[in-house]
């Protein structure tokens, strides 16, 4: 049951709160308008800000809640892109109809996407134009008519006799497909001067595995190509971009090593001392593959002790991905729509192999592999 109060605490600010099921919800604000005994009586503006109560307050219907002046749920909605809130505005005269708004307020200080917001935008109204039913109305909104500052999708609330919940995945699953159309969008521009990746890392590993994607520039810099990287989280997932400095650098020849590098942690590579004048990077690049693994190993023994109930097999499987280190490649979520069913990827002019961990892998010489990229990439010098 949902019902607003009068406080106790407050009557002469005459504040008042929100309560589910007789409990007080402490991350909702409440504001009044109308008068007790006037045309309308009290009507509310309800905003929620926490995750938990909104998925409670979306199992009711709209004719469950006291009467509404407009109601929002204001928290980042993590697998809608830039969404952080999502307001239902009841009827009013030059709209006789609910509507429900999936916005978007960034804060720009902090915005790091290789492109800009204004971009943004530009190519979500036309996404949305694109749509053939024509069920959603793009709005962008000025800060002081300076720059763009908000976006948002308003859509027709269609049923006011169904769960909220209902209402909310219709659209958002709408919105969730727009967000991707407009990352691929851009990122096809972006992908022209760059090499952009995106994975799905389990849980329990994500943070090892990231750190690892992190020191890929730095093991480029050993190979002698200057680049700079940016990872970040969408929709659940990590996509990482490497763009170097000298556009001239053929992004093939990166992507390549970078294909080589995610292989590494899962391939049984030897790392014997070496003396020649690369033998600090040879080093680096082993100590960080022996990091991720041991970092796997150890998040892995976290999770064995967490799951214990899970069944075994499942079980067993998932520890042998972590630990050998092949939850890089497994994490990698390809733009081809048919999986890679090689055992053993040819590298190197095919004089290397890195094989997919068994006991029976050969075992490839890391400075060898290390050599041979830089002299790949010396070529184009």
């Known amino acids: 049951m949902i019902e607003i109060k009068k406080s106790e605490y407050h009557k002469e600010d005459k504040k008042f709160n929100l309560f589910i099921d007789g409990v007080l919800v402490e991350k909702a604000s409440v504001s009044v308008f109308g008068a007790e005994g006037g045309e309308k009586g009290l009507y509310y503006a309800i905003m929620v800000y926490d995750r938990k109560v909104g998925e409670k307050l979306m199992e009711y219907r709209l004719t469950d809640l006291p009467p509404l002046e407009y109601l929002e749920f204001r928290y980042q909605f993590s697998d809608l892109g830039l969404i952080d809130y999502v307001g239902i505005n009841t009827p009013w005269k030059q709209r006789p109809y609910h509507i429900i708004t999936f916005g978007s307020n960034p804060n720009l200080a902090n915005w790091k996407r290789p492109y800009s917001f204004e971009t943004y935008c530009d190519e979500m109204l036309q996404a949305a134009m694109a749509r053939t039913n024509h069920d959603v109305k793009f709005d962008a909104h000025n800060n002081d008519g300076v720059y763009l500052s908000s976006f948002e999708l308003e859509f027709v609330y269609s049923s006011l006799t169904s769960p909220i919940l209902n209402e ?12 991707e159309e407009v990352e691929q969008e851009l990122g096809a521009a972006e992908s022209e001067n760059s090499v952009s990746l995106s994975f799905d890392f389990p849980k329990g590993v994500k943070v090892p595995c990231e750190q690892y994607l992190l020191y890929f520039v730095e093991f480029l810099r050993d190979l002698g190509i200057e680049a700079t990287s940016e990872l970040r989280h969408e929709a659940g997932h990590a996509l990482f971009s490497v763009k170097p400095t000298d556009q001239k650098e ?17 391939s049984p590579v030897s790392d014997f001392p070496e003396s020649s004048e690369d033998a600090l990077a040879i080093q680096r690049l082993s100590a960080n593959i022996h990091h991720l693994k041991g970092q796997l190993v150890l998040a892995q023994a976290v999770i064995q002790m967490k799951d214990a109930t899970i069944q075994l097999h499942q079980q067993n499987l998932a520890q042998h991905k972590v630990i050998t280190g092949e939850v890089m490649i497994e994490s990698l979520k390809r733009a081809e729509d048919q999986p890679d069913n090689e055992d053993k990827e040819k590298l190197l002019g095919g004089t290397v192999a890195l094989t997919q961990h068994n006991f029976y892998g050969v075992e490839v010489s890391l400075a060898e592999i290390y050599r041979r990229l830089k002299s790949l990439f010396s070529e184009e010098k």
């Open 168 to 179: 909310f995945a219709r659209y958002a699953d709408v919105v969730r497909k727009l967000h």
């Open 250 to 266: 053929a992004l093939d020849k990166i992507h390549y090593a970078l294909e080589v590098y995610l292989k590494l942690p899962a």
